[in-house]
């Protein structure tokens, strides 16, 4: 099976401008969490989809959305970009709901100018 | 909602001498922790998970043991090798759906 891929896996933006992120689950997966990793901060929860709903949503300003499709592939969009948006976002796939081990994708690599 | 503090942030430590981490969670309702391994520019990728049912778990050189009461779990890693320096984040994750919550993580090294 195909892990987890995100695309792009880099991406240099400045501020105010607007970008989306597209993580492929592994096929069969449902279930589809965004985190953000910042030196210092580890990981912090975004959001995760299942099944093109929106179940939990973690601290983040409204900047941050995503969506889902039925095929489960995911996107996340941030709006207005500011400096400390700059961060590795990750996407993590799980089969099950309630607390299924996830399988993380590589990452994309955002940085802000 | 809930926290979950990791300790150390750093840790060296000789080959072959143990390591361990521990982490505290602070919502009750949380009921499976996973470890995870990052190495330098790599995914992070589950090493061991514990649910909280059961007190402790093996495999091979890494356990995990958590303690309910405390709210607090722990990952030892035995008889270390180089190639287990890396990142490694705890996290707790909440009974309705996959919302997981990560400590900051450790940094361990392994001094051959």
């Known amino acids: 099976k195909a892990g987890v891929t995100q695309t792009p896996r880099y991406l240099i933006k400045t501020r105010g401008q607007q970008v989306t992120l597209s993580c492929s689950p592994i096929?069969?997966?449902?279930?589809v969490s965004w985190y953000q990793q910042t030196p210092g901060q580890g990981l912090q929860f975004l959001f995760e989809?299942?099944?093109?709903?929106?179940?939990n949503k973690g601290n983040f300003p409204g900047r941050f959305s995503g969506r889902q499709f039925s095929n489960s592939r995911s996107e996340m969009n941030v709006s207005t970009l500011e400096l400390g948006d700059s961060a590795l976002y990750l996407c993590a796939s799980s089969l099950v709901t309630g607390s299924g081990e996830q399988f993380f994708g590589p990452g994309t690599r955002l940085t802000v100018l | 909602g809930e926290n979950v503090e990791q300790h150390p942030s750093t840790l060296s430590v000789q080959e072959g001498d143990s390591a361990v981490i521990k982490c505290t969670y602070s919502d009750s309702a949380s009921n499976y922790f996973p470890w995870y391994k990052q190495e330098l520019g790599k995914r992070p990728q589950l090493i061991i998970d514990i649910r909280s049912n059961v007190g402790e778990k093996k495999d091979q050189r890494i356990a995990v043991t958590l303690n309910k009461t405390a709210k607090h779990f722990s990952l030892h890693i035995t008889e270390t090798q180089p190639e287990d320096s890396a990142v490694y984040f705890c996290?707790?994750?909440?009974?309705?759906?996959?919302?997981?919550?990560f400590g900051t993580g450790t940094s361990l090294t392994v001094i051959p």
């Open positions: 996290a707790a994750s909440i009974v309705v759906g996959n919302q997981f919550y």
């Open positions: 096929s069969g997966h449902r279930s």
């Open positions: 989809y299942f099944s093109e709903t929106q179940r």
